[in-house]
């Protein structure tokens, strides 16, 4: 039996969350957690690696808290998302700088 594929439905097929809603979900986790602290964004891009599990990939990256007096503080971060059930676990961070 051969199956064929209309190449242009195919565009149309979606593979799952895209990189941005991953990272959306990830940068409002962090600001729920530190956004008391100041103004919560990115340092880089965050980096998505999949676990083999459906809908669930490790994250890792850094981010900056600017506090609205003075300082600053970066950190790095590693967890799990799991955008079928919307959800950042095993969230771990560490200073890695502060002014």
Avoid: W
């Avoid at 149309?12 to 986790?29: E, I, M, N, P, R």
């Avoid at 300082?71 to 799991?82: A, K, P």
Wanted: proline residues 1%; aromatic residues 6%.
């Amino acid at each position: 039996m051969v199956t064929c594929f209309d190449l242009a439905q195919l565009a149309t097929v979606s593979g799952g969350a895209t990189t941005a809603q991953k990272s959306k979900l990830v940068l409002d986790k962090l600001d729920k957690r530190f956004g008391s602290e100041g103004v919560v964004s990115y340092i880089g891009k965050p980096q998505f690696i999949s676990t083999g599990r459906r809908g669930i990939d490790t994250v890792s990256g850094k981010f900056d808290t600017n506090a609205l007096e003075g300082g600053d503080t970066q950190r790095s971060f590693t967890g799990l998302v799991n955008m079928t059930n919307h959800k950042l676990t095993d969230l771990h961070t560490r200073i890695i700088g502060a002014e």
